[in-house]
Each structure stands twice: as C-alpha cells, then as structure tokens.
C-alpha cells in the first residue's frame, strides 16, 4: 500500500533543511570551540559537545525554537563548584554563561535552573553544562533551592528513538 503524494510532500517539508541545520551546528560549535579553548585548553569546535533533545533523537521537524546540548566539563570543575558552601550551581551556570557571552555579547544570555539559554532571534540554544559519568550518563547542576546535582540519560533515550525508527520506519 503506498503513501500518498501529499503525505510525501508534508514529510518533506517538516524536514529540517541544509541551511537551518549549518546555521546552529555552526553556533554549536562556536561555542564548543569557547568552551573547549576555557576547560580544555583546545581549539576543538565538536569535542565535548553532545546534541540532544529533539535535534540528539532525531524527531526535530523544520523550524525547532531550541536546540538542546550538554557541555561535558571535566572532573576537576566539578570539584571545584562542589565544594562551594551554597548553590555551587549556579555559579557554574554563570561562569559558562560568562564564557558564552564573549562569544555573543549582543546576545540575550542566561542561567535558568539547570541551563545556560542563548537566545537568538531566531531560536535559542538551551545548553547544560554537565559531567560525563562512568555509565555514559551526565551529572548537571540544578540551581534551585538552594543547588543540587540531578542526571540525566540522553544516550538511552537516544538510542531508544532510533531503535523505534527502525522498527516502525516507514519508507515515504
């Protein structure tokens, strides 16, 4: 049974295109590259970096109003904002969101909660400074009552839309 034309057509136009894709992978990598040169004394604009979210499973459509990542620190800058007596948290997300903003200083940038937000005008980029962990799961910091460390899982959910997609795939 075929699919018809016009469900052809809708799918793709929900596609995210070359040009959208290129501008954020270019401004994802502005920011490793910031990120990379501060925490690892490297020029690397991909290292470190892990996409997530929509855009990470591979469900974003055309037009996505934030891309998602996680920012993997090393050890000992998590030691260091652990120690803090209160919210070591936040002050992580603001020293990231400092480092960004020399990036993009005519840009709207925020900590909020467990993110660095970057906003354009065209979207946002919603960044999560985080800590690898021995499983491949991430430690990030959550600024609220007072800071605390929470994890998250994005590989297996990662893993999980794509184990979907190829059993419920259908060709178009």
Same mark, same amino acid.
């Given at each position: 049974?075929?699919?018809?034309?016009?469900?052809?057509?809708?799918?793709?136009?929900?596609?995210?295109?070359?040009? /959208?894709?290129? =501008?954020? !992978? *270019?401004? &994802?990598? $502005?920011?490793?590259?910031?990120?990379?040169?501060?925490?690892?004394?490297?020029?690397?604009?991909?290292?470190?970096?892990?996409?997530?979210?929509?855009?990470?499973?591979?469900?974003?459509?055309?037009?996505?109003?934030?891309?998602?990542?996680?920012?993997?620190?090393?050890?000992?800058?998590?030691?260091?904002?652990?120690?803090?007596?209160?919210?070591?948290?936040?002050?992580?997300?603001? /020293?990231?969101? =400092?480092? !960004? *903003?020399? &990036?993009? $200083?005519?840009?709207?940038?925020?900590?909020?909660?467990?993110?660095?937000?970057?906003?354009?005008?065209?979207?946002?980029?919603?960044?999560?400074?985080?800590?690898?962990?021995?499983?491949?799961?991430?430690?990030?910091?959550?600024?609220?009552?007072?800071?605390?460390?929470?994890?998250?899982?994005?590989?297996?959910?990662?893993?999980?839309?794509?184990?979907?997609?190829?059993?419920?795939?259908?060709?178009?």
């Amino acid at each position: 049974m075929g699919l018809s034309d016009d469900f052809k057509d809708f799918c793709d136009e929900i596609q995210i295109t070359d040009d /959208e894709a290129g =501008k954020w !992978i *270019n401004r &994802l990598e $502005s920011i490793a590259k910031k990120l990379n040169k501060k925490y690892y004394d490297s020029t690397s604009n991909r290292d470190h970096m892990v996409v997530v979210g929509s855009i990470g499973r591979d469900t974003a459509i055309h037009g996505v109003s934030d891309w998602d990542c996680i920012f993997s620190l090393p050890q000992d800058v998590f030691d260091k904002f652990d120690d803090y007596d209160s919210n070591g948290q936040s002050a992580l997300l603001q /020293e990231v969101k =400092k480092e !960004i *903003n020399f &990036l993009y $200083s005519r840009t709207d940038i925020k900590g909020d909660g467990q993110v660095v937000v970057v906003s354009f005008s065209d979207g946002v980029i919603e960044l999560v400074p985080g800590f690898e962990q021995s499983d491949g799961n991430y430690k990030y910091p959550d600024s609220h009552d007072g800071g605390s460390w929470k994890i998250t899982k994005p590989i297996p959910e990662q893993d999980a839309a794509t184990e979907m997609e190829e059993q419920y795939w259908i060709q178009v």
